[in-house]
């Protein structure tokens, strides 16, 4: 088996243990009709549960974006995909910034605010990097996007069972490390082909050129 796809799929499948373990520790409350966090949640149930939906969506779409054999086998399918992936983070991060900023409080403006901006500019430049064929930025971007749109899983999963009993400085200096980590290891995993050898930079840029072309 290619190491590098196997690579692949065992991150994938963390990542998808991840997601399952958040949503059962931190979102099980939604199954529960009783829950109080349903009347807390009652004066902005008519904008989080659209934002929800859109997450949710964004969230299982966004990692088939980054596959490598959909693009050769289905470029249509890839297109379609993203353009739904696209909708879905740029809808729930709209929504999330003006939940944000109507109904958080405002010590939590800034952080919460400075995330779900980011998450809709990032998802938009991926969409423009895509219509201009600039398959590189658009990989990076997208990158960036989905970062971003999985801090939904990193912020509840590191306090909940890596880090529990994180206070408000912590959790404030928690949110500002994924963005900044959202944001770059992206450049790190596509651009830190430039500190291996010139042989191996040389054949990864020739590879890269190849595939875009193919999903052009």
Partial sequence: MNPVFSLKRSVALLLFAVTLATIWIHESWLIRPNDSQWSHLAPIRWWLAPHIAASAAALIIGPLQFSATLRRRSKILHRWLGRIYATAAITASILALYIVLTFEEPFN?????????????????????????????????????????????????????????????????????????????????????GLISPTQKKQAIKQEVAENTATG
């Fill in 109 to 193: 403006r800034w952080i919460m605010g400075s995330m779900a901006a980011l998450w809709l500019i990032t998802t938009l430049f991926a969409w423009l990097a895509a219509r201009n064929h600039n398959f590189t930025q658009h990989l990076l971007w997208v990158g960036r996007s989905y970062g971003l749109t999985f801090t939904f899983v990193t912020t509840r999963f590191i306090p909940d069972v890596i880090f529990p009993g994180m206070d408000y400085y912590s959790m404030t200096a928690l949110y500002w490390l994924l963005i900044i980590a959202s944001l770059l290891l992206p450049d790190f995993v596509i651009n830190g082909r």
